[in-house]
């Protein structure tokens, strides 16, 4: 884990106070189990602060951890990292796929050892797991898609940010984002460009088309945790950085809802953010993950936390909402990424 988060993390851990509430009264009575942790990559802070609060619940909530194993994006080292936390003892796992195809075999032997598996975040491609607990990274997309679409006039061009094409999440951010922009802004020319989540492939991605593209009326980033910084440098140095409402602004909307990208928000200089409910993650991960110890199965309706479970390759999928965040409400208490800036 990357220990300069450590401490920006920690300062997070004390905001999910309820985070192990009863999920229909019973899962306080679940007992103390251990617990292993997958985590595909930790190349951004959201990864790490969602690694760091959900060792830190489970830890409040009286389970045993057992160190978490990041395969630091490396899909056959995740399979290898599910065999060994559970030869390690671990009775349940949550894990955050570097891939959401090649995590299928990982799923199927924890299946075999009867050990029950909460996906977070990034939702696998198939297998079988006791919950999978995302937003509707598909809407993320769209509502992007709108935000920049009409602001801009329905004109110009855009540059789309992709995330890693591997993963749920980034299939889900693009596909939302272009099928919307085809069907309801076909005026738009849209330049879509794989990050694969890395900064300096993002940076590289934004260098190029910001001085290459006279017309860049918007730029769609799929996570501002390892985009916006990056994209924020480009434009100074290419003198075209403006705050939003001035002239020849172009348009920044994110995904994540970073600190940074909070701040970005109020300093003027990003236009709009969707932010992640990293917070409910962790919660409800736990929650899931403490019922399928216990024996508990979960099917397809409306929850009790505003939300709904669906069926998703056979697996259930509770999509949770994921608010838009302008300057106006980017101070806002609840968002996560101002529960967790140190």
């Known amino acids: 884990m990357n220990k300069r988060l450590v401490p920006f993390a920690c300062a997070a851990a004390g905001f999910l106070g309820a985070a192990l509430l009863a999920m229909g009264g019973a899962a306080q009575d679940h007992k103390s189990f251990t617990m292993g942790y997958s985590v595909g990559f930790l190349t951004d802070p959201f990864q790490a602060i969602q690694v760091d609060l959900t060792i830190a619940e489970a830890k409040k909530a009286g389970l045993k951890p057992l160190p978490v194993a990041n395969a630091n994006g490396d899909a056959g080292k995740q399979i290898t990292d599910f065999h060994n936390l559970i030869s390690e003892g671990a009775q349940g796992l949550i894990v955050v796929p570097t891939d959401s195809d090649a995590i299928v075999p990982a799923l199927a032997f924890a299946a075999s ?154 300093d003027g200089l990003l236009d709009a953010a969707i932010s992640q409910p990293l917070d409910l993650y962790v919660k409800y991960g736990l929650q899931y993950l403490q019922a399928a110890v216990a024996g508990q199965t979960f099917k ?43």
């Not at 696998?124 to 769209?142: C, F, S, Y």
């Not at 936390?305 to 259930?316: A, L, M, Q, R, Y």
């Open 113 to 266: 050892k009867h050990v029950p598996v909460v996906d977070i975040d990034i939702g696998p491609g198939g297998g079988k797991v006791a919950m999978i607990v995302r937003a509707d990274n598909l809407r993320m997309g769209e509502d992007a898609c709108h935000l920049i679409g009409k602001q801009i006039g329905g004109k110009g061009t855009v540059l789309s940010m992709m995330g890693d094409q591997a993963t749920t999440n980034g299939r889900d951010r693009t596909t939302g984002f272009a099928e919307c922009m085809k069907k309801d802004f076909p005026g738009i020319k849209v330049i879509a460009q794989p990050t694969y989540w890395k900064t300096d492939k993002a940076t590289a991605v934004a260098q190029t088309v910001v001085t290459s593209t006279p017309d860049l009326a918007a730029i769609y980033m799929q996570s501002d945790a390892v985009m916006l910084a990056g994209v924020l440098n480009v434009l100074k140095s290419a003198g075209k950085l403006t705050k939003v409402g001035e002239p020849h602004h172009i348009m920044l909307v994110s995904i994540d809802g970073t600190p940074l990208a909070l701040q970005r928000l109020r």
């Open 300 to 342: 397809p309706g409306p929850t009790d936390h505003g939300s709904h479970i669906v069926d998703f390759k056979g697996n259930p999928m509770d999509l949770l909402p994921a608010p838009t965040v302008t300057k106006e409400n980017a101070s806002d208490p609840a968002l996560w990424g101002n529960k967790a800036k140190g």
